[in-house]
């Protein structure tokens, strides 16, 4: 299945910076889904990117699907405590294709 | 909508001891995932099924693990005998075709 890398691991930030995290994969890819996990909680979805170049915003959340459809970013704008968790990307081919969560970026804020 | 429901909650068992984690999907779903998760190894699909057959099991760690799903809103992973290197959150997620996964609220399991 289609597999993508996510980077970085870890990011600590201080309360009110802004925030990345990035996919990335070798092949083309035909959406990416973006999920959080909240700190003793599951992971919940939050969007679905599919076309070349889309953005997306949901409130201080940008995310945006490479126009070659190999990469994606999640953008946090003034984070905030509520923003704690780990955010993971995937890809959902027919079936369950792709669909591999791997350690996802661990969100720290320190107020 | 109930949505995806996992039991129990929290599991605490000893080595050797069989141990059943249940989940009963969203209705109207046709896929049903199971996960574990640690910190070292992140998220692992086990193994999934489409219309209550196992379609991809490789995920399985080996023998010990098994999953069924015995009609549309229900299914089990059994791991038999259990080790403490088992010992994570198992979660059941369940979705249409190409839609997104909604999760349960997760199994803790500890294996001493």
């Known amino acids: 299945g289609q597999q993508v890398m996510q980077i970085p691991q870890y990011q600590h930030v201080q309360e009110g910076e802004d925030f990345t995290t990035y996919c990335n994969s070798s092949t083309t890819l035909s959406n990416i889904q973006w999920y959080k996990q909240r700190p003793g909680g599951h992971p919940v979805f939050l969007i679905q990117l599919v076309k070349s170049g889309e953005v997306k915003k949901q409130k201080r959340l940008t995310f945006q699907f490479g126009e070659a459809k190999k990469n994606s970013s999640l953008h946090i704008t003034a984070t905030q405590t509520t923003d704690v968790g780990t955010y993971f990307c995937t890809t959902r081919g027919g079936g369950a294709d792709g669909l591999t969560f791997g350690k996802g970026t661990h969100l720290i804020i320190q107020p | 909508d109930a949505g995806v429901i996992q039991s129990p909650r929290h599991e605490v068992t000893e080595m050797g001891q069989e141990v059943t984690l249940r989940c009963k999907p969203i209705?109207?779903?046709?896929?049903l995932f199971w996960y574990r998760q640690t910190m070292m190894r992140g998220l692992e699909l086990l193994i999934y099924?489409?219309?209550?057959?196992?379609?991809?099991d490789s995920g399985m760690p080996e023998d010990r693990f098994s999953a069924k799903m015995p009609n549309a809103s229900f299914s089990t992973l059994k791991i038999q005998p259990s080790e403490p290197r088992d010992s994570a959150v198992y979660f059941c997620?369940?979705?249409?075709?190409?839609?997104?996964?909604?999760f349960g609220s997760g199994t803790q399991l500890s294996v001493l």
């Open positions: 209705s109207g779903h046709d896929y």
């Open positions: 099924f489409n219309n209550n057959v196992p379609i991809d």
């Open positions: 997620a369940s979705s249409s075709v190409a839609e997104k996964l909604f």
